[in-house]
T-cell receptor
Framework: RKEVEQDPGPFNVPEGATVAFNCTYSNSASQSFFWYRQDCRKEPKLLMS???SGNEDGRFTAQLNRASQYISLLIRDSKLSDSATYLCVVNIQYSGTYKYIFGTGTRLKVLA | GAGVSQTPSNKVTEKGKYVELRCDPI?????LYWYRQSLGQGPEFLIY????????DSGLPNDRFFAVRPEGSVSTLKIQRTERGDSAMYLC???????????????FGEGSRLTVL
């Protein structure tokens, strides 16, 4: 079982739609959580951190459920420019060291 | 520069050759990470440096892969006897500090695309 799992998609949605992605993680020692965005042939960039109480940044809402070990990202009022791959990232403790583990990514295509 | 710099941006080599990929992190960032990304996959962890030392090299696929960071800044990923399966994008990222609760953002370079013929 992968440490971080995501539905690879693609999710094809019309402009203005609301779309949600989920991500599950297997290691209960996971410390912190993030969503990164990666455009085609570009490097990943931080979209937002995910806090236990949930957090919102404009049209984007992230939530964390530690009991069920999943993270979600909700995008409201989708724009064409939201088309990208969304990577779920978990910072996991291993024997006193930490590393960031990435999911496969979920591809989103917003259609005009 | 202000960001993470990786060179070369593209490298084409023949099977069996030796390759070095360089990463220059953001000044002052103590943590440095190497990842490998194949098409349609997420970045796969290779190695993590905290300062000069490799804190975790558990992601290196075999002993043909090695990385150094001798002065705690620039890092070099070295691949010996390259194989066609090594072809991928190699991404370097740096962070102001290492992991742990409240861990900082990863800043990525644009990557080095390696093609082994």
């Amino acid at each position: 079982r992968k440490e971080v799992e995501q539905d690879p998609g693609p999710f094809n949605v019309p402009e203005g739609a609301t779309v949600a992605f989920n991500c599950t993680y297997s290691n209960s020692a996971s410390q912190s959580f993030f969503w990164y965005r990666q455009d085609c042939r570009k490097e990943p960039k931080l979209l937002m951190s995910v806090y236990s109480s949930g957090n919102e940044d404009g049209r984007f809402t992230a939530q964390l459920n530690r009991a069920s070990q999943y993270i979600s990202l909700l995008i409201r009022d989708s724009k064409l420019s939201d088309s990208a791959t969304y990577l779920c990232v978990v910072n996991i403790q291993y024997s006193g060291t930490y590393k960031y583990i990435f999911g496969t990514g979920t591809r989103l295509k917003v259609l005009a | 520069g202000a960001g993470v710099s990786q060179t070369p941006s593209n490298k084409v080599t023949e099977k069996g050759k030796y390759v070095e990929l360089r990463c220059d992190p953001i000044s002052g960032h103590t943590a440095l990470y190497w990842y490998r990304q194949s098409l349609g996959q997420g970045p796969e962890f290779l190695i993590y440096f905290q300062g000069t030392g490799a804190a975790d090299d558990s992601g290196l696929p075999n002993d043909r892969f090695f990385a150094v960071r001798p002065e705690g800044s620039v890092s070099t990923l070295k691949i010996q006897r390259t194989e066609r399966g090594d072809s991928a994008m190699y991404l370097c990222a740096s962070s102001l500090r290492g992991g742990g609760a409240g861990t900082g953002e990863l800043f990525f370079g644009e990557g080095s695309r390696l093609t082994v013929l």
